[in-house]
């Protein structure tokens, strides 16, 4: 039997906390060989709600989980984590501009990157779901010094997973056929869901669908799929998001198969042309816990145009926490 790894779940009495730790304990995400320890970080009123689901988690009896601990402390919560997963964040309320869900998330995510600066394993792996993400990833990336800033990560999986999904919808075809689809920049509804270079089974899916819904319906879809998914449940994407991150956790884990991309967002070194430290969602490859980007890709007026439109929405973020980040 391996040595249990430690890992830590923020927002874990929320939705998607619910769909994602019965996942993880029951070794979908770093297989069904690979005990865990959950260390559950919860905000104070919410932590009889945590109690609950540990005794649900519990009630499960899954032989891969040695462990779970609750706190309201994040050095607590992180304390010796190799595994992260940040979902809690506050949400928008009512009549909260932009820049103040930036802000008041930036004070949430700079006290935890500092938490993880200060207790987590020296292997540690961060991956942030709790929106705004991305910018989020980039203060607690920023908020936590000692840690290679590579191990800081925001999710796009859900955008990809959508994005594939459609495809094989449409082309009436397994979502295993679908690959080299890649999102770019932001989680948000200016991310890039680029099919320009996604193949189904090797042939080009520009070469099967038709161009106007590619550009049009089906960009517009998956930009739109959490919308449409609140209008219908009443209820914001949970169990879906949850798979994502499990997706992205399980490929950072394990590694990208051969000639497999996911989309990732880390930050950039400059490549294509995003200013560097954005954190921005790239298609990268997996090997050994390392990402390597897929260089070399090229882009039209029109996928370029997205692709900047997305960068300058990063771009604001991050100047609207710019005092942050000094
Ligand atoms: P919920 O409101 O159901 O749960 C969030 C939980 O986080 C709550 O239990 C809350 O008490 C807790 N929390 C808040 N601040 C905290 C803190 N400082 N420390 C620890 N816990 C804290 O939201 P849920 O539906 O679970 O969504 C969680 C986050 O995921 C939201 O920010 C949401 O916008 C984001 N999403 C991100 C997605 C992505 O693809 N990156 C997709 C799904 C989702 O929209």
């Known amino acids: 039997m391996k040595a249990p790894i430690r890992v830590a779940v923020t927002g874990a009495a929320g939705n998607i906390g619910y769909a994602l730790l019965f996942r993880i304990a029951s070794g979908d995400c770093f297989g069904k060989d690979q005990p865990v320890i959950l260390q559950l970080l919860e905000v104070t009123p919410s932590m009889s709600k945590l109690e609950g689901v540990v005794m649900e988690l519990l009630d499960c009896a899954f032989p891969l989980l040695q462990g779970v601990e609750i706190s309201d402390d994040p050095n607590v919560a992180f304390k010796g984590a190799n595994q992260c997963f940040l979902v809690g964040s506050r949400p928008r309320g009512p009549g909260m501009e932009r820049s103040d869900l930036l802000k008041v998330?930036?004070?949430?995510?700079?006290?935890?990157?500092?938490?993880?600066?200060?207790?987590?394993?020296?292997?540690?792996?961060?991956?942030?779901?709790?929106?705004?993400?991305?910018?989020?990833?980039?203060?607690?990336?920023?908020?936590?010094?000692?840690?290679?800033?590579?191990?800081?990560?925001?999710?796009?999986?859900?955008?990809?997973?959508?994005?594939?999904?459609?495809?094989?919808?449409?082309?009436?075809?397994?979502?295993?056929?679908?690959?080299?689809?890649?999102?770019?920049?932001?989680?948000?509804?200016?991310?890039?869901?680029?099919?320009?270079?996604?193949?189904?089974?090797?042939v080009p899916v520009v070469d099967l669908i038709d161009a106007e819904w590619l550009s049009t319906t089906f960009i517009q879809t998956v930009a739109q799929r959490g919308k449409a998914i609140i209008d219908a449940r009443g209820q914001s994407s949970a169990a879906s998001a949850a798979g994502a991150a499990i997706d992205h956790m399980a490929t950072w884990f394990h590694g990208t198969a051969p000639g497999e991309w996911a989309s990732v967002a880390i930050p950039s070194q400059g490549w294509y042309g995003v200013p560097k430290g954005l954190m921005f969602s790239f298609p990268v490859t997996i090997k050994d816990g390392v990402f390597t980007v897929v260089e070399g890709l090229k882009h039209g007026a029109f996928a370029q145009g997205k692709i900047d439109i997305t960068t300058r929405e990063l771009e604001e973020e991050r100047a609207a926490i710019a005092d942050l980040l000094s």
């Open 105 to 202: 998330n930036g004070a949430i995510f700079t006290a935890q990157g500092k938490a993880i600066n200060d207790n987590a394993a020296a292997d540690v792996r961060v991956c942030v779901v709790g929106n705004p993400c991305n910018t989020n990833a980039l203060i607690a990336m920023h908020s936590a010094p000692n840690i290679p800033a590579d191990r800081f990560t925001a999710m796009t999986r859900l955008d990809q997973n959508r994005a594939a999904s459609q495809l094989a919808a449409k082309l009436g075809k397994p979502v295993t056929s679908i690959k080299n689809l890649v999102v770019w920049g932001n989680h948000s509804p200016t991310m890039f869901a680029d099919y320009l270079h996604a193949t189904v089974d090797g």
